[in-house]
């Protein structure tokens, strides 16, 4: 193989692996972002049942 082929694919096996690596990133946020979504809601849900009249 070339030098010139080599480096090329290289490049593109980078990017492939950036790409991977940018897309796990955004997964773990999404995964976290719904967590807090639902430790909110679970928090806003608690906080109903304790000012509600029955207390």
């Not at 490049?11 to 909110?40: G, I, M, P, S, Y």
Request: glycine share 0%; hydrophobic share 25%; charged share 35%.
């Amino acid at each position: 193989m070339k030098k010139k082929e080599q480096e090329q694919l290289n490049t593109l096996f980078q990017a492939r692996k950036d790409q991977n690596n940018w897309q796990t990133q955004e997964e773990l946020q999404k995964q976290a972002l719904h967590r807090l979504d639902a430790r909110v809601q679970f928090l806003k849900n608690t906080q109903k049942k304790n000012n509600s009249p029955e207390n």
